[in-house]
C-alpha cells in the first residue's frame, strides 16, 4: 500500500510536510506504520500549485524517494499554497514514470492508496465508458489512474462527490473475489479533498490535521508527528474537503 501527505494553507516549503516531520512522507517511505508493506520504494511523486498558472506542476521517478537527492533539494526551494505528494508501493502496474502518483490532467491531480482486485476483469469496460479525450489522456497501465480518468468522466469539475459516488458503483458493481480499496486526495488548484472506502468496511488509513502552527492544514495517510493528537481519522465513505473559505465532511453513503 502507497502513502501520501497533502496540505493547503499559507505558502510553505515543501519539505516543511514531505521532508522535516518526525514522520514525514519521507520518514513513511522507509518505516510506514499503518500499511501492510513498512517500505513504499517504487517510486515517487509530487504535485503543487501556485498563483502563476492554473495548472500544476508535477514531479516523479521511480526511484524510492529515499534515494534521489533531487526530490530533497525540490522539496527545499519550492515553495507552495496547496501541494499532494505519494511514495508507491505497486500493486498494479510496472514500476515506470507514468504509473507513478500524482497523476495530472488540466487543473486537477490526483494520487491513490489500495486496489480494485477485479481491475483486469473490469479494464475494458472501464475504458469504453471514457470519452474519447480522456481515453487518449491515458498514459500508464494502473487501477489508480482509471479511476482518476473515471472521475472526470463523472463531472470530477462540476460536483466531487458526486462524480465520486458514480466511480464508487460503476467499480464496484461487479462482483470482486477480494474486497475493492480506495483512498484518494486529490485537487483542483482551489479545494484539498480526501476520501476513504472499503467495500468491505476496512479502507487505508488517511487522516486530516488540526489548524497547524502556520494556520494550514493537511491531509496524509498517517499523521505526521507520528502521534494521533491533533490528527482526526476520515470516516469511511466520506469526502473530505479544505477550501480557502471552508471546510465540510460530506457521508457519500446514499
Known amino acids: 500500500m502507497c502513502r501520501i501527505a497533502s496540505y493547503i494553507g499559507p505558502e510553505i516549503p515543501l519539505e516543511n510536510i514531505i521532508v522535516r516531520p518526525n514522520h514525514s512522507l519521507l520518514a513513511q517511505s522507509q518505516k510506514a506504520n499503518e500499511a501492510?508493506?513498512?517500505?513504499?520504494g517504487d517510486g515517487f511523486g509530487v504535485s503543487w500549485y501556485n498563483d502563476t498558472s492554473d495548472l500544476p506542476g508535477l514531479y516523479r521517478d521511480v526511484l524510492p524517494?529515499?534515494?534521489?537527492d533531487n526530490l530533497t533539494n525540490l522539496c527545499r526551494m519550492v515553495r507552495s499554497p496547496l501541494f499532494i505528494a505519494h511514495v508507491r508501493a505497486s500493486t498494479m502496474?510496472?514500476?515506470?514514470?507514468?504509473?507513478?502518483?500524482?497523476?495530472?490532467?488540466?487543473?486537477?491531480?490526483?494520487c491513490h492508496n489500495g486496489q480494485i482486485p477485479h481491475f483486469p476483469a473490469i479494464r475494458r469496460q472501464m475504458e469504453a465508458a471514457l470519452p474519447d479525450d480522456l481515453y487518449a489522456a491515458r498514459r500508464g497501465t494502473t487501477d489508480s489512474e482509471m479511476i482518476f480518468l473515471t472521475l472526470l468522466a463523472n463531472g470530477l469539475d462540476h460536483d466531487p462527490a458526486e462524480a465520486m459516488r458514480k466511480t464508487v458503483a460503476a467499480i464496484t458493481a461487479q462482483n470482486a473475489m477480494s474486497p475493492v480499496k480506495m483512498t484518494c486526495v486529490l485537487s483542483d488548484g482551489e479545494s484539498?479533498?480526501?476520501?476513504?472506502?472499503?467495500s468491505d468496511g476496512i479502507a487505508p488509513t488517511l487522516y486530516v490535521s488540526g489548524t497547524l502552527d502556520?494556520?494550514?492544514?493537511?491531509?496524509?495517510?498517517?499523521?505526521?508527528?507520528?502521534?494521533?493528537?491533533?490528527?482526526?481519522a476520515i470516516e469511511q465513505h466520506t469526502l473530505c474537503r479544505l477550501g480557502p473559505e471552508q471546510n465540510e465532511m460530506r457521508s457519500l453513503v446514499a
Open 93 to 110: 502496474g510496472e514500476t515506470s514514470r507514468v504509473n507513478c502518483h500524482p497523476f495530472s490532467h488540466g487543473r486537477w491531480s490526483f
Open 192 to 198: 484539498l479533498y480526501g476520501f476513504r472506502y472499503g
Open 65 to 68: 524517494a529515499w534515494a534521489d
Open 36 to 40: 501492510k508493506l513498512a517500505v513504499n
Open 214 to 232: 502556520n494556520g494550514g492544514r493537511a491531509i496524509a495517510s498517517e499523521p505526521l508527528t507520528g502521534m494521533a493528537t491533533g490528527w482526526n
